[in-house]
């Protein structure tokens, strides 16, 4: 048997992109070329990797038990080829970073700033989406690591309580419970709320800790962004609850109301995830080293 690199590299691009053709596009290589790397790889393991639904190509039980170590391959021949590139001394690599949108606008960039000052060799890749999808490509193995604010039960992803977060209430200024020294259930059901979308953290816990304990909830708008709640907020059109890293500053300018919620329990982790089976290459662990200075 002699499997090789490219063939690997071609099988994680498919694993990725499920389809021949944008994988090979991704790899700068031709279609044709892919799928010969993948029939040949197949051939040598005897074993299908995928399952064929008209042009995409979904991992099977094999492919899934292949996927975790064709990437550590590939991430142990990259840190190979780093060893001898750059000076000995340099720590030097790819890293692929995800995290939930709160944690990238808000926390993410002052840990990028740190690595980049101290570690200049490191390359680094993030992708910033709600907390499911980023879970998502994680398990995928699209990601060394991540930071979420949702909570994740995944047997194969290890969970690490990484800070603590609030969500708040917000209105505009001129909203009607802003008079109030503090708000019951049955106040806020009756205005509309303005909310994140399914999949994200925020709405997780929205979900569990006050919609759960409204006779009734009124969802006016689900937008996937932060900014767009609160500029929602500020023109009057309903409520929102939203971490306490993204409307300070605004409740300090005198740009948003905090209504005040005392039989309401806000409190939150925010989480930092890697895979069991990930290789900690040298990277991941720098990246770890910055997560856990920035606790």
């Known amino acids: 048997m002699h499997i090789s690199l490219r063939q690997l590299e071609v099988f994680t691009a498919i694993a990725r992109h499920q389809q021949v053709r944008i994988a090979a596009e991704s790899l700068h290589m031709s279609q044709p070329a892919a799928s010969m790397a993948l029939a040949e790889l197949e051939k040598q393991l005897n074993t299908r990797l995928f399952d064929r639904y008209s042009n995409r190509l979904t991992l099977n039980d094999q492919g899934q038990r292949m996927l975790a170590l064709a990437c550590e391959l590939l991430g142990r021949a990259n840190d190979l080829e780093n060893l001898f590139l750059h000076d000995s001394h340099t720590l030097c690599g790819s890293l692929s970073i995800g995290s939930s949108l709160t944690i990238g606008s808000y926390l993410l960039p002052s840990i990028i700033a740190t690595m980049q000052q101290e570690f200049p060799g490191i390359d680094g890749h993030y992708s910033i989406q709600n907390s499911e999808k980023i879970i998502d490509k994680l398990l995928r193995h699209e990601l060394d690591a991540a930071l979420i604010e949702g909570i994740c039960h995944h047997p194969s992803i290890e969970v690490e309580p990484w800070r603590e977060d609030r969500l708040l209430i917000v209105a505009s200024t ?122």
């Open 174 to 295: 001129d909203h009607p419970l802003t008079k109030e020294p503090g708000s019951s259930a049955q106040q806020l059901a009756a205005y509309p709320w303005i909310v994140r979308e399914t999949g994200s953290g925020t709405r997780a816990l929205f979900d569990y800790a006050i919609a759960s304990k409204l006779p009734r909830i009124q969802i006016l708008l689900e937008l996937e962004q932060t900014e767009a709640i609160k500029q929602a907020v500020m023109a009057g059109l309903g409520l929102a609850c939203l971490s306490e890293l993204a409307v300070t500053d605004a409740i300090n300018e005198g740009k948003l109301s905090l209504i005040e919620t005392p039989f309401l329990d806000l409190k939150r982790h925010f989480y930092l995830l890697t895979h069991h089976n990930q290789h900690r290459k040298p990277t991941l662990e720098a990246f770890l080293g910055l997560c856990h200075s920035h606790r």
